[in-house]
């Protein structure tokens, strides 16, 4: 016969079980977040790119062209996974007329550089030092992706790892746009 103590622990340790496979479920079926219909438009921000120099990224000199930013770590497996489709996409489209940025978010610039080098990252990336980009597009989970308007506005968000066929259907639907 269980003890009093023996079945409270097994009930709260499958208590927490249970929510952790429901948590689970709930963001696999929700990995995509539509964002409401006013489209807001999307936070300004400049940082510092990868590779020396003085150079920024700066969001507002790309208005008039639709822009990818994808938020990634070095140390995020379902990031470094997508990362090559990211890759592929900014190939694919950026003749035209579409923007790849990567922010880099809690990495060291040594693995954050190291990892763009091995994988043959070209479209610009940079580092989210203070953390204020992270905290302005409310990125709660690694990867998020946003797909912006050419007129500035959130025209889509995609929260953990995308799929090929995920990524190009909505870069295909925001190029119409």
């Not at 990362?83 to 007329?97: D, H, M, N, R, T």
């Not at 506005?153 to 929260?159: Q, T």
Request: proline share 5%; net charge negative.
């Amino acid at each position: 016969m269980l003890s009093g103590y023996k079945v409270g622990v097994i009930f709260v340790s499958s208590a927490i079980v249970g929510a952790t496979i429901a948590a689970a479920l709930l963001f696999v079926q929700n990995g995509f977040q539509l964002v409401d219909s006013n489209r807001d438009i999307a936070p300004n921000f400049s940082i510092p790119l990868y590779g020396g120099g003085s150079s920024n990224f700066t969001l507002s000199e790309h208005m008039g062209s639709p822009v990818l930013i994808n938020f990634w770590g070095s140390w995020c497996a379902p990031c470094r996974a997508e990362f090559g489709l990211i890759q592929g996409v900014s190939e694919e489209y950026k003749p035209q007329g579409l923007v790849v940025f990567g922010v880099n978010v809690n990495d060291t610039q040594d693995n954050a550089e190291r990892f763009l080098r091995d994988e043959k990252i070209t479209f610009p990336t940079g580092p989210d030092n203070e953390g204020r980009v992270t905290v302005d597009y409310e990125v709660t989970a690694m990867p998020t992706t946003f797909f912006l308007s050419s007129d500035g506005s959130i025209f889509r968000k995609w929260i953990g790892q995308i799929s090929d066929d995920e990524l190009r259907a909505i870069v295909k639907e925001l190029m119409a746009s």
